[in-house]
């Protein structure tokens, strides 16, 4: 069965519509260091080469203020595909990644363009769970792959995610914005270890409602213990939300749960960090 959806157009804001009342791109964005600048300059032409991004609802971005942004994992080339729909929604995001990527010169510029290495299995993961706390509370954009690395589902559909999205989106007052992809994988395939080149693969972005987490941020200020089950919990609500939107572009029905992750080597509980984090 072909997973491909039928083809739907990057929107155009006419001056009626919602999206272009926003602030302009250069307001919303600032400040930009340096070295993000660097970024866009090396990523933008390079996605717009490989990828014919078609986004819906990237409006539901807010312009301002702290947003979680919580997607599924399909391709290595993920990051360079969501930077783009961030960025193209007047944000400039922060990702956490694994810390094998902040290595020589490339991470040099990755830490200094406010990317966010997680150090999972070490003393410092904990830090990787408050540089991200820190930065929504500045009010930036914070991308995670909850999965922690590119799902093992043989038919693309999200596996089991790591909590600590969870923890974030418990203890940050931010917006938590579930995001589907579906399309970069068909130029880098994880499974079979393939690149296909090829030239604007259709690459398909659905940006969801907020998640209303209300009620569970409740239970944690009235003095709740944020134990494994809650973080469990919300982390489910989270991913599940993700796993309709994909089933959405894909116009497919998804399977009832989520595909067992890679064995990991450290604990997922709420008192290890590395266990959370992708």
Not at 56 to 78: K, M, Q, Y
Not at 209 to 217: C, F, N, T, V
Not at 223 to 243: A, Q
Not at 253 to 277: I, W
Request: positive net charge.
């Amino acid at each position: 069965m072909s997973h491909d959806p039928p083809p739907v157009p990057a929107p155009r804001l006419g001056p009626g519509d919602v999206a272009a009342r926003r602030p302009l791109h250069w307001r919303t964005r600032r400040p930009v260091p340096p070295a993000l600048w660097l970024c866009v300059l090396l990523v933008y032409p390079v996605t717009a080469l490989l990828f014919r991004l078609r986004y819906r609802h990237a409006e539901r971005i807010p312009a301002t203020g702290p947003v979680l942004l919580v997607a599924n994992h399909v391709s290595v080339l993920d990051p360079l595909a969501c930077a783009r729909l961030v960025w193209d929604a007047g944000r400039a995001p922060r990702f956490l990644a694994k810390d094998a990527v902040f290595r020589g010169a490339a991470g040099r510029i990755l830490r200094a363009a406010g990317q966010i290495p997680v150090a999972r299995g070490s003393s410092a993961a904990g830090a990787s769970v408050s540089a991200a706390r820190d930065a929504l509370a500045a009010g930036d954009v914070v991308v995670i792959y909850p999965e922690g690395s590119v799902t093992r589902d043989p038919d693309w559909w999200p596996m089991q995610a790591r909590t600590g999205v969870a923890r974030l989106a418990l203890t940050a007052d931010a917006v938590v914005l579930p995001v589907a992809q579906w399309g970069p994988q068909r130029v880098h395939d994880y499974h079979a270890k393939k690149l296909h080149p090829q030239l604007r693969a259709p690459a398909d972005y659905l940006v969801g409602e907020p998640i209303d987490l209300a009620e569970q941020r409740a239970r944690v200020r009235a003095g709740e213990p944020v134990t494994n089950e809650l973080l469990r919990e919300v982390t489910d609500l989270i991913m599940g939300r993700v796993r309709d939107q994909l089933a959405e572009i894909r116009g497919e029905q998804p399977p009832a749960t989520f595909h067992a992750g890679p064995r990991r080597a450290v604990r997922d509980t709420p008192t290890d960090p590395a266990g959370e984090l992708p």
